[in-house]
């Protein structure tokens, strides 16, 4: 039996596709509990919570990846890169090989 793989760019969005349907169904199932207390109409009332959960938290999550990586790049310093402590900007600063010691 062969093994199928996909695409590395597809496999980003199969990621985010299989985080947000555990995350929702998660998330729904408790809060629908929570307040509902499971009715008689439980699953049918908690399958429509799922269904709005999911189709809010996918696009929610396409969007908030390409923000937190914006974020997290540009507060990211490359290794060897010394920022606090300097006396200088950020911009400013050359990275500093490994070992070097600052004074």
């Known amino acids: 039996m062969s093994e199928m793989k996909i695409q590395r760019g597809l496999s980003r969005l199969l990621f ?3 985080t947000v349907t555990i995350t929702s169904f998660a998330m729904s199932l ?3 509990a929570i307040n509902l207390r499971f009715s008689s109409n439980f699953l049918q009332i908690w399958g429509r919570v799922y269904g709005i959960a999911f189709a809010i938290a996918l696009p929610t999550a396409l969007l908030a990846t390409r923000v937190a ?3 997290v790049a ?3 310093a490359s290794v060897g890169t ?3 402590g ?3 900007s950020p911009s400013s600063m050359a990275p500093v090989p ?3 010691r600052i004074r």
Do not use: M, P, Q
């Open 16 to 18: 985010l596709f299989i």
């Open 30 to 32: 408790v809060i629908s």
């Open 69 to 71: 990586e914006k974020v």
């Open 74 to 76: 540009r507060t990211t």
């Open 82 to 84: 010394l920022i606090v």
């Open 86 to 88: 300097s006396g200088r």
């Open 98 to 100: 490994h070992g070097t």
